[in-house]
Nanobody, 118 residues
Framework: QVQLVESGGGLVQPGGSLRLSCAVS????????MSWHRQAPGKERELVAY????????NYADSVKGRFTISRDNARNTVYLQMNSLKPEDTAVYYC???????????WGQGTQVTVSQ
């Protein structure tokens, strides 16, 4: 059974940090590129960060460059998103996503809420 379980969300003040985790089971994690996406109320889901299957390449949305870092531990079947210098506009539900290739459908996690507020 495929499972992607996000954790680490919560309420944080502007300027604070959070580390999201996505623990994966049920498929060959090391063969899949992973990404984090977010969806704020009334907005479309957007790509935040991407990492290749072996972790040798990453990409970020312009809005989070220099503040967020995606990483993975293939031995632990887990992908992370370190979020620093958080802003109120980072408030959203954050989802992890796994996809083996651009030509196949992938798997979504259930999401974790991140709220940045005083």
């Amino acid at each position: 059974q495929v499972q992607l379980v996000e954790s680490g969300g919560g309420l944080v003040q502007p300027g604070g940090s959070l580390r999201l985790s996505c623990a994966v089971s049920g498929f060959g994690f090391s063969l899949y590129a992973m990404s984090w996406h977010r969806q704020a109320p009334g907005k479309e889901r957007e790509l935040v960060a991407y990492i290749t299957s072996n972790g040798d390449s990453t990409n970020y949305a312009d809005s989070v460059k220099g503040r967020f870092t995606i990483s993975r531990d293939n031995a632990r079947n887990t992908v992370y998103l370190q979020m620093n210098s958080l802003k109120p506009e980072d408030t959203a539900v954050y989802y992890c996503y796994a996809r083996r290739s651009p030509w196949t459908s992938g798997y979504w996690g259930q999401g974790t809420q991140v709220t940045v507020s005083q």
